[in-house]
């Protein structure tokens, strides 16, 4: 069946149509590509410390030689849980070009979410940042970790990273305490794995496009994370994808080197994918570990240009509210690009006021490498749509028989293309795809006969914070762990800093249990993003007649109780 792709009309004359992903025999080619290239140019830049394209691919190279060393079984799991560091990057190619298969954690999970995913995708190794240590010691003994890497935050930093562990342990005490000591838990420390990984014989895996690359976790709808795989040949597409995209802008920055703002974390699909963009044109990161501190934020950005800064809305927001961020320079400033969750026309419009570069929104997901929809990225107005289907993507709308729907018309949003995955881990995927092999988004949209797309509502229940997905059944099944709780039922709700926030609706087993008591049991059980913010005692739960719980009828409550937020 011929499907008709009418934003194809609405491309710019230097962006193609379609991308061909096996022009690559592996995405191992195409970073040594990058390093070759690029090889003197600066790739990060991090506290002041810089490292080149040639930097990094040392030691990527040292830490996949040490990791042959150990005698895992080619295409094991390796797991990665750091934030924004000079040697998150290094570790990740490292695992890959060592023949392993990487699965980013966020450095934010309690033990609880940490241990699921390390048993689910059967990590046998793990690096992780001291800083969340602690995490991973409560859980250790169940799972089949065989070897912990430490790294401290400034392991990559030379003599000034010896000031920045000093600051961040005794100062600042940001590295919980934690007793991995003994022999048993095989602990290898950071500069020792790149110190004695020089020295290691490296052979090169036989790796295809076909091969597994990446294990990206995203928010199962049962309450448990699910493990997203994607293969060489989609993260080497997404990679095509963006640059093809950005290309009508950054062809035209005559610059010596193009800076990327890396505030989003890189364990995050979108920022994953944005490192492959900028490697495949030798920009320069700008990384930054903690961007919740504005005031540090914003005094890195003063000490360099920079060209592309990605964010997600409520970024985006929380530096316009920072009274001198007004006075940046944002000259250089040619790529504003908004994702992760939807951009608000307010935001968009105090952003293009300050900065002077218009914000334009798209839309991804992980099970897509990020890259699904964009807009143009030479317009200037901000239209309320996530835009168009990127080169070799294909969109179709259809009904709940699954035809398709007419222009302007409600549907769910399928999705094909060679950056789309095949399936979840140990998941049966019968029915994520059509039967004509298009991945189910669960997403509601519309598009015009432009092939713009306006999404007008998400995954039923799905709730977006900050970004982030946040599934109602997994809090649920959390939280009735609390004592003094019968039932419970989770929503999120408007919100103005975060997009949304989490409400739970309790019915407590008597008047004994407080907001007190369950705030602290979730802030002990649960990511600081997946809390309830809000929460409301009531006497019973609105249910079906087969006893399920009505989450909508609670939609709409909170609504009637709040018309303020109409």
């Given at each position: 069946?011929?499907?008709?792709?009418?934003?194809?009309?609405?491309?710019?004359?230097?962006?193609?149509?379609?991308?061909?992903?096996?022009?690559?025999?592996?995405?191992?080619?195409?970073?040594?590509?990058?390093?070759?290239?690029?090889?003197?140019?600066?790739?990060?830049?991090?506290?002041?410390?810089?490292?080149?394209?040639?930097?990094?691919?040392?030691?990527?190279?040292?830490?996949?030689?040490?990791?042959?060393?150990?005698?895992?079984?080619?295409?094991?799991?390796?797991?990665?849980?750091?934030?924004?560091?000079?040697?998150?990057?290094?570790?990740?190619?490292?695992?890959?070009?060592?023949?392993?298969?990487?699965?980013?954690?966020?450095?934010?999970?309690?033990?609880?979410?940490?241990?699921?995913?390390?048993?689910?995708?059967?990590?046998?190794?793990?690096?992780?940042?001291?800083?969340?240590?602690?995490?991973?010691?409560?859980?250790?003994?169940?799972?089949?970790?065989?070897?912990?890497?430490?790294?401290?935050?400034?392991?990559?930093?030379?003599?000034?990273?010896?000031?920045?562990?000093?600051?961040?342990?005794?100062?600042?005490?940001?590295?919980?305490?934690?007793?991995?000591?003994?022999?048993?838990?095989?602990?290898?420390?950071?500069?020792?794995?790149?110190?004695?990984?020089?020295?290691?014989?490296?052979?090169?895996?036989?790796?295809?496009?076909?091969?597994?690359?990446?294990?990206?976790?995203?928010?199962?709808?049962?309450?448990?994370?699910?493990?997203?795989?994607?293969?060489?040949?989609?993260?080497?597409?997404?990679?095509?994808?963006?640059?093809?995209?950005?290309?009508?802008?950054?062809?035209?920055?005559?610059?010596?080197?193009?800076?990327?703002?890396?505030?989003?974390?890189?364990?995050?699909?979108?920022?994953?994918?944005?490192?492959?963009?900028?490697?495949?044109?030798?920009?320069?990161?700008?990384?930054?570990?903690?961007?919740?501190?504005?005031?540090?934020?914003?005094?890195?950005?003063?000490?360099?240009?920079?060209?592309?800064?990605?964010?997600?809305?409520?970024?985006?927001?929380?530096?316009?509210?920072?009274?001198?961020?007004?006075?940046?320079?944002?000259?250089?400033?040619?790529?504003?690009?908004?994702?992760?969750?939807?951009?608000?026309?307010?935001?968009?419009?105090?952003?293009?006021?300050?900065?002077?570069?218009?914000?334009?929104?798209?839309?991804?997901?992980?099970?897509?490498?990020?890259?699904?929809?964009?807009?143009?990225?030479?317009?200037?107005?901000?239209?309320?749509?996530?835009?168009?289907?990127?080169?070799?993507?294909?969109?179709?709308?259809?009904?709940?028989?699954?035809?398709?729907?007419?222009?302007?018309?409600?549907?769910?949003?399928?999705?094909?293309?060679?950056?789309?995955?095949?399936?979840?881990?140990?998941?049966?995927?019968?029915?994520?795809?059509?039967?004509?092999?298009?991945?189910?988004?669960?997403?509601?949209?519309?598009?015009?006969?432009?092939?713009?797309?306006?999404?007008?509502?998400?995954?039923?229940?799905?709730?977006?914070?900050?970004?982030?997905?946040?599934?109602?059944?997994?809090?649920?099944?959390?939280?009735?762990?609390?004592?003094?709780?019968?039932?419970?039922?989770?929503?999120?709700?408007?919100?103005?800093?975060?997009?949304?926030?989490?409400?739970?609706?309790?019915?407590?087993?008597?008047?004994?249990?407080?907001?007190s008591d369950i705030k602290e049991f979730a802030i002990d059980n649960l990511t600081g993003y997946k809390c309830p913010r809000h929460i409301e005692f009531v006497s019973e739960l609105p249910k079906s007649n087969v006893g399920k719980i009505l989450r909508q009828k609670l939609r709409e409550k909170h609504m009637l109780d709040n018309p303020q937020a109409l």
């Amino acid at each position: 069946m011929t499907i008709d792709k009418p934003w194809l009309a609405q491309y710019p004359a230097n962006v193609p149509n379609t991308i061909n992903p096996d022009q690559y025999e592996s995405l191992i080619e195409l970073y040594e590509e990058c390093f070759n290239r690029f090889r003197m140019h600066p790739m990060t830049i991090c506290m002041g410390v810089t490292h080149t394209y040639g930097d990094v691919d040392q030691a990527s190279l040292a830490v996949a030689a040490w990791l042959q060393a150990q005698g895992i079984p080619k295409g094991s799991v390796v797991a990665l849980m750091m934030p924004n560091v000079p040697q998150y990057l290094p570790t990740m190619i490292g695992i890959l070009r060592a023949g392993y298969v990487c699965t980013p954690i966020n450095p934010l999970y309690t033990g609880r979410e940490l241990r699921h995913q390390l048993n689910d995708s059967g990590a046998q190794v793990i690096f992780v940042v001291d800083n969340f240590a602690q995490a991973l010691e409560q859980v250790i003994e169940e799972t089949d970790i065989k070897r912990i890497v430490l790294s401290k935050m400034g392991d990559m930093m030379g003599l000034k990273g010896i000031l920045v562990n000093t600051v961040i342990r005794q100062v600042k005490r940001l590295v919980p305490k934690y007793n991995l000591n003994d022999p048993k838990y095989n602990v290898t420390k950071f500069p020792d794995v790149l110190k004695k990984g020089k020295n290691l014989p490296f052979q090169a895996p036989k790796t295809s496009l076909q091969h597994k690359a990446i294990l990206q976790y995203t928010g199962g709808t049962t309450g448990l994370s699910k493990g997203a795989i994607l293969t060489q040949r989609n993260v080497v597409a997404a990679a095509m994808q963006s640059e093809a995209w950005y290309r009508p802008i950054t062809s035209d920055i005559n610059e010596a080197y193009i800076n990327m703002v890396m505030a989003l974390p890189l364990y995050h699909i979108f920022a994953f994918m944005l490192s492959l963009l900028g490697m495949r044109s030798g920009y320069t990161f700008i990384l930054i570990p903690n961007p919740r501190d504005m005031p540090g934020f914003i005094k890195t950005l003063s000490k360099q240009p920079f060209h592309i800064f990605p964010a997600v809305n409520t970024l985006f927001k929380g530096l316009l509210d920072q009274p001198n961020f007004k006075d940046l320079d944002f000259s250089s400033l040619r790529i504003s690009q908004a994702g992760g969750m939807a951009a608000t026309e307010q935001t968009a419009a105090r952003w293009l006021k300050v900065t002077g570069c218009p914000m334009i929104e798209g839309w991804g997901m992980t099970e897509c490498v990020a890259v699904g929809t964009n807009n143009i990225i030479t317009d200037r107005q901000f239209n309320g749509t996530i835009g168009t289907p990127g080169p070799s993507v294909d969109i179709v709308v259809t009904d709940d028989n699954g035809k398709h729907v007419g222009v302007n018309q409600a549907g769910e949003m399928c999705i094909k293309g060679p950056n789309v995955f095949s399936g979840y881990f140990n998941k049966d995927n019968t029915n994520d795809f059509t039967k004509d092999g298009y991945f189910r988004t669960g997403d509601i949209i519309s598009m015009d006969e432009k092939g713009y797309i306006t999404l007008l509502d998400r995954k039923k229940d799905m709730i977006l914070v900050s970004g982030f997905n946040v599934f109602p059944n997994e809090i649920e099944s959390v939280m009735l762990d609390c004592k003094g709780i019968v039932e419970c039922a989770v929503i999120g709700i408007p919100d103005e800093h975060q997009g949304e926030a989490v409400k739970i609706y309790i019915v407590p087993a008597d008047n004994n249990v407080t907001k007190s008591d369950i705030k602290e049991f979730a802030i002990d059980n649960l990511t600081g993003y997946k809390c309830p913010r809000h929460i409301e005692f009531v006497s019973e739960l609105p249910k079906s007649n087969v006893g399920k719980i009505l989450r909508q009828k609670l939609r709409e409550k909170h609504m009637l109780d709040n018309p303020q937020a109409l």
